[in-house]
């Protein structure tokens, strides 16, 4: 009988809770390293064999040393064989992790391609991938030189946060260098990007043995950046199957992974399509599942759950056997979700047949839709767009550092 393997998840924000329960149903031991703030959140509590806590920082960290020498003593008497983060904030402390302890799996390297932005711009530059143009805040010449080849807007993008978090978008020469000089000592955490007015999309997909085996397209109906600053409603519909669009996205999305080393692993990359070129610009990507309920928008075109595919997936390589994608569907999904100035809001409005999910969040208001066709998703998206508008809506200010 094979021995049982023991899978440590870290996640210091509340998701993971299907791959957890599917890491477990695949006969492992899980161990889950979490927030103490998040100690009370629904967990799924009969998949997880132990809990650890830590504690966050004033500013907002973990100090790895503390967690190095809890994991040291958990050691002794308990082997973990896998590393597996669930949100993008933790990749970094899933690689230390199994650099420090000789853990199979992503190291710091490659992990800093998945995390910084500026790592993810060179390395996708260098491997011949179109990125909007882009400069470190190092050095003032260098930034002059980047100001006097890629006119303005620019936008200034924290290298290591998740979402829109933390992104300025200046106008002039003058904002840029103001904005610059504010960052003080942070400046070096930043990069500046040229502005590219587009459609953003984002690839969600599953790797397995450093190969692309399942890979969605899908098109966001409003850039995540306006959605987060211009407090507008989020929405996302599948891309048309088979068309130029899907192929030139699915292409990009393998050239990059392959190039980054990605070799097992869930993984959310984001492409903008520029109106004045109509060519395709990598824009990020990340190492796990995308955020935003986007999983439920992709099980219900694809049938793929995202999370549970990717602990089966892990499983069988730590254990050598081998893994086979589920057949997948081929319908079309959409996903709206807003902040809501109610905090239950009264759902009942929205009763069409095509509905599958709604989000049961305090002050949101969230669907996702599935119709074999396209043009249906899009007339209820539409439709649910401007009732949420009238009686729901509400706006927030976009955070500056990523609250938990």
């Known amino acids: ?80 064989d896998r590393v597996v983060a669930l949100d993008d904030f933790d990749v970094e402390k899933a ?39 882009f400069s470190s805040l190092f050095n003032d010449d260098d ?41 003080g000592d942070k400046r070096h955490s930043y990069l500046v990007e040229q502005f590219k007015p587009g459609d953003v999309y984002h690839v969600d997909s599953i790797s397995y043995n450093g190969r692309v085996i ?14 987060a600053h211009g407090g507008g409603i989020f929405r996302s519909v599948t891309v048309t199957f088979d068309s130029s669009e899907e192929h030139a996205l699915e292409t990009l999305a393998i050239d990059l992974l392959k ?40 099980e219900a075109s694809s049938g793929i759950n995202l999370w549970k595919e990717w602990a089966k997936m892990e499983t069988a390589e730590a254990k050598g056997d081998n893994y086979k994608l589920p057949p997948v569907r081929k319908e079309y999904s959409g996903i709206i979700i807003s902040l809501a100035r109610q905090e239950w809001p009264n759902m009942s409005v929205f009763d069409d047949p095509e509905i599958v999910w709604r989000m049961e969040e305090p002050y949101h208001v969230g669907l996702v839709v599935r119709s074999k066709s396209q043009s249906k998703v899009m007339e209820l998206l539409d439709k649910y767009a401007a009732i949420i508008q009238k009686k729901y809506h509400a706006s927030a200010p976009a955070p500056s550092r990523p609250t938990h």
């Open 143 to 183: 930034i002059n030189r980047f100001i006097e080849k890629y006119p303005g807007p620019w936008m200034i993008k924290p290298r290591s946060e998740a979402s829109a978090t933390g992104i300025k978008k200046l106008e002039t020469a003058d904002q840029l260098w103001e904005t610059i000089h504010e960052l």
């Open 95 to 133: 690689a230390h992790i199994r650099e420090y302890f000789r853990i199979p799996g992503m190291g710091q390297t490659t992990g800093r391609y998945f995390r910084d932005k500026l790592a993810m711009r060179t390395k996708a530059a260098e491997s011949g991938i179109l990125v909007p143009g």
């Open 214 to 227: 399942f890979s969605w397209n899908s098109k966001y109906l409003a850039p995540p950046f306006e959605v």
């Open 259 to 298: 190039a980054f080393g990605l070799k097992h692993s869930a993984s959310h990359t984001e492409v903008i399509r520029c109106h004045d070129d109509g060519k395709y610009y990598f824009l990020e990507t990340s190492s796990r599942v995308g955020g935003a309920n986007l999983s439920e928008m992709v």
């Open 1 to 80: 009988m094979a021995p049982t393997l023991t899978f440590l998840c870290i996640s210091t924000y509340f998701k993971g809770n299907d791959f957890l329960k599917a890491c477990k149903e695949a006969g492992n031991k899980v161990f889950l390293i979490t927030a103490k703030k998040l100690e009370n959140k629904p967990w799924v509590r009969e998949a997880v064999d132990e809990f650890f806590y830590i504690e966050e920082g004033e500013d907002g960290t973990y100090n790895m040393s503390e967690i190095i020498t809890g994991l040291a003593y958990v050691m002794r008497t308990r082997m973990i």
